[in-house]
């Protein structure tokens, strides 16, 4: 199952999340770095757009593991609470249309 890995000790901002969401995710230079664009990146990763490294196959699932979620909390817990929203919103759009979700988000 493909994993991506952000660094929650490296998150102490906005500007530092999308820092690291760009290099994780592998978003393309237009990339937004805004909640929109980040949701705009994660919502095909079925379709091989070009806007992630990641391109799941038919019923795979991206792990998203925030690695130091205890500090991300402490520093900047609305991120944390951003993060959970949009991640179950990209999965409510995926059974909108009768697939999988596609995203898994763990906080280590």
């Not at 890995?5 to 901002?13: C, P, S, V, W």
């Not at 806007?51 to 792990?63: A, D, I, Q």
């Amino acid at each position: 199952m493909p994993t991506a890995r952000l660094n929650g000790e490296l998150i102490t901002d906005w500007e530092s999340f999308h820092t690291e969401c760009e290099k994780v995710f592998g978003f393309p230079d237009f990339y937004g770095r805004n909640m929109n664009a980040w949701v705009d990146c994660l919502s095909y990763l079925r379709d091989d757009d070009g806007m992630s490294k990641f391109v799941l196959k038919e019923n795979e699932v991206l792990t998203i593991e925030v690695q130091h979620s205890e500090k991300l909390r402490a520093a900047a817990p609305d991120i944390v609470e951003d993060l959970q929203f949009c991640v179950a919103m990209i999965n409510e759009r995926c059974e909108d249309y009768e697939e999988t979700a596609t995203l898994k988000l763990a906080l280590l």
